[in-house]
C-alpha cells in the first residue's frame, strides 16, 4: 500500500514540477487535469491509502484477538511431557486436528 501511494504521490508531484517549470518560463502550459497521468496518479494514491489502512487494520485485529498467543505446538509440547511424566493420556495426532 504505501509503494503504491509513493508512486503516485511521485507521479502527482512530478505533472507539478513540469507545471511549474513551464509557468516560470514563460510558456503557456496546459491544465495539469486534463492529462490522463493526473488521474492515474490520484487513483494510485488513493488505492495506496486503502491498502495500508486495510493491512493496518488487519494488524491491530490480529493483535487484539485473545487466542493470539495460543499455539497448537504448545499443545503437543504439553502433552509430551505429561506422557513423560506418566499423567498424560496417550490421542493419537489425528484427533488433535478434529
Same mark, same amino acid.
Given at each position: 500500500?504505501?509503494?503504491?501511494?509513493?508512486?503516485?504521490?511521485?507521479?502527482?508531484?512530478?505533472?507539478?514540477?513540469?507545471?511549474?517549470?513551464?509557468?516560470?518560463?514563460?510558456?503557456?502550459?496546459?491544465?495539469? $487535469? $486534463?492529462?490522463?497521468?493526473?488521474?492515474?496518479?490520484?487513483?494510485?494514491?488513493?488505492?495506496?491509502?486503502q491498502?495500508?489502512?486495510?493491512?493496518?487494520?488487519?494488524?491491530?485485529?490480529?493483535?487484539?484477538s485473545?487466542?493470539?498467543?495460543s499455539?497448537?505446538?504448545?499443545?503437543?509440547?504439553?502433552?509430551?511431557?505429561?506422557?513423560?511424566?506418566?499423567?498424560?493420556?496417550?490421542?493419537?495426532?489425528?484427533?488433535?486436528w478434529?
Amino acid at each position: 500500500g504505501t509503494i503504491v501511494f509513493f508512486i503516485g504521490l511521485i507521479s502527482a508531484l512530478w505533472l507539478g514540477i513540469e507545471k511549474l517549470i513551464a509557468v516560470f518560463s514563460g510558456l503557456r502550459a496546459p491544465l495539469i $487535469t $486534463t492529462s490522463p497521468y493526473f488521474y492515474i496518479a490520484i487513483t494510485a494514491m488513493i488505492i495506496g491509502t486503502q491498502l495500508f489502512l486495510t493491512g493496518f487494520i488487519a494488524e491491530l485485529i490480529g493483535r487484539s484477538s485473545p487466542t493470539r498467543n495460543s499455539y497448537l505446538i504448545e499443545k503437543l509440547e504439553q502433552g509430551r511431557k505429561d506422557m513423560k511424566n506418566g499423567k498424560g493420556v496417550k490421542i493419537p495426532i489425528d484427533d488433535l486436528w478434529k
